[in-house]
């Protein structure tokens, strides 16, 4: 498939191809001005920098695109063919990469103030929601948005399900999915701990016998989740340590080859689209080059 053009205002001039003869405002066949005679106003110090300004950014793209191509890496992610019938329900992904954004977002500013202390966790909190600016708005978005990606996972795996998508050749897809899924849960989990307040407290010792009934390595999990006989400072600290550190950088690992297989592989069309039928074949002898060629139809052949 050839690769679709890219938009001029991105490609550096060395690289540009010229326009055409009566295109882009030059007429069509006559010489261009001869610059001996009419040659253009010459531009004074202040609008030559205004040009060098206004074209700086795409300058500074040109300059990063010659050395590292990315311009290829773009236009393969964004000029893709989308399927017939792609609807509301294939944005549920975006939508679940965008709230771990924001998750991530503000979870790296509320890791500015908290103090993942048994005894000064409960008042960090206090402190983010009362004193410091803009706190409470960035707790509030990072502590509903942990339940708006769980919804939204959950949504955008249910379109998968019900699309078929999870089917030859996605297979991979939706085990990555799968593992994405369980880690997005294990942060919603080891999250609630970190105000270390009395529901949060209790909430995650119930959180934590659940596990310990799992079969097989159900007691060995919770016994690590718990980190000590009781719950109290040890847990608070592996709980942030997942939280903080294992986990995401699991995620975005994992979100990174997830995109990869969707860019590589495309989204399927709903289901309720009919496969188009493959074109039945013409005979050899009905193409250009067969109506001469040789009786075994090698239309080269005879040419
Ligand atoms: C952090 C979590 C996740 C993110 C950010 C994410 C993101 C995306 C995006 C952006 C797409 C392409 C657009 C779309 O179809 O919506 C996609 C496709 C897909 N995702 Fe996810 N996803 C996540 C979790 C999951 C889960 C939990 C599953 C299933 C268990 C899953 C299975 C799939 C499959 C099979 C496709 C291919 C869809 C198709 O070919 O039509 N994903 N994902």
Same mark, same amino acid.
């Given at each position: 498939?050839?690769?679709?053009? =890219?938009? /001029?205002?991105? +490609?550096? #001039? *060395?690289?540009?191809?010229? %326009?055409?003869?009566?295109?882009?405002?030059? &007429?069509? @066949?006559?010489?261009?001005?001869?610059?001996?005679?009419?040659?253009?106003?010459?531009?004074?110090?202040?609008?030559? =920098?205004? /040009?060098?300004? +206004?074209? #700086? *950014?795409?300058?500074?793209? %040109?300059?990063?695109?010659?050395?590292?191509? &990315?311009? @290829?890496?773009?236009?393969?992610?964004?000029?893709?063919?989308?399927?017939?019938?792609?609807?509301?329900?294939?944005? =549920?992904?975006?939508?679940?990469?965008? #709230?771990?954004?924001?998750?991530?977002?503000?979870?790296?500013?509320?890791?500015?103030?908290?103090?993942?202390?048994?005894?000064?966790?409960?008042?960090?909190?206090?402190?983010?929601?009362?004193?410091?600016?803009?706190?409470?708005?960035?707790?509030?978005?990072?502590?509903?948005?942990?339940?708006?990606?769980?919804?939204?996972?959950?949504?955008?795996?249910?379109?998968?399900?019900?699309?078929?998508?999870?089917?030859?050749?996605?297979?991979?897809?939706?085990?990555?999915?799968?593992?994405?899924?369980?880690?997005?849960?294990?942060?919603?989990?080891?999250?609630?701990?970190?105000?270390?307040?009395?529901?949060?407290?209790?909430?995650?010792?119930?959180?934590?016998?659940?596990?310990?009934?799992?079969?097989?390595?159900?007691?060995?999990?919770?016994?690590?989740?718990?980190?000590?006989?009781?719950?109290?400072?040890?847990?608070?600290?592996?709980?942030?340590?997942?939280?903080?550190?294992?986990?995401?950088?699991?995620?975005?690992?994992?979100?990174?080859?997830?995109?990869?297989?969707?860019?590589?592989?495309?989204?399927?069309?709903?289901?309720?689209?009919?496969?188009?039928?493959?074109?039945?074949?013409?005979?050899?002898?009905?193409?250009?080059?067969?109506?001469?060629?040789?009786?075994?139809?090698?239309?080269?052949?005879?040419?």
């Amino acid at each position: 498939m050839p690769k679709p053009k =890219l938009p /001029d205002s991105i +490609v550096p #001039a *060395p690289l540009r191809k010229p %326009a055409k003869p009566g295109a882009a405002g030059t &007429a069509k @066949g006559k010489a261009p001005a001869d610059l001996k005679t009419s040659p253009p106003p010459r531009k004074g110090d202040v609008e030559r =920098l205004t /040009d060098r300004a +206004v074209e #700086a *950014p795409v300058d500074v793209l %040109a300059w990063v695109d010659q050395r590292t191509a &990315a311009s @290829g890496i773009l236009t393969g992610m964004l000029f893709r063919k989308v399927p017939k019938g792609t609807n509301w329900f294939y944005t =549920l992904g975006s939508a679940t990469l965008f #709230a771990f954004i924001v998750q991530a977002t503000t979870g790296v500013f509320l890791a500015m103030f908290y103090t993942p202390s048994a005894t000064q966790a409960y008042a960090s909190i206090s402190h983010i929601n009362n004193e410091v600016p803009l706190g409470a708005l960035v707790h509030g978005m990072h502590k509903w948005g942990s339940s708006v990606m769980v919804i939204l996972i959950f949504l955008h795996m249910g379109r998968t399900f019900f699309f078929g998508a999870y089917k030859y050749p996605r297979e991979l897809n939706w085990v990555i999915g799968v593992v994405l899924l369980i880690l997005t849960m294990t942060m919603a989990f080891t999250g609630y701990l970190l105000p270390f307040d009395q529901r949060s407290f209790w909430a995650s010792i119930v959180g934590i016998n659940i596990n310990g009934t799992g079969p097989i390595v159900g007691p060995y999990l919770s016994d690590f989740l718990r980190a000590g006989p009781e719950l109290g400072a040890t847990t608070l600290s592996r709980f942030y340590a997942i939280h903080m550190l294992l986990v995401p950088g699991a995620i975005i690992a994992l979100i990174g080859a997830h995109m990869y297989l969707v860019m590589k592989l495309g989204t399927t069309a709903p289901p309720w689209l009919k496969a188009e039928r493959p074109k039945p074949a013409t005979p050899v002898s009905q193409l250009d080059g067969g109506a001469e060629g040789d009786a075994g139809g090698n239309g080269a052949a005879g040419a």
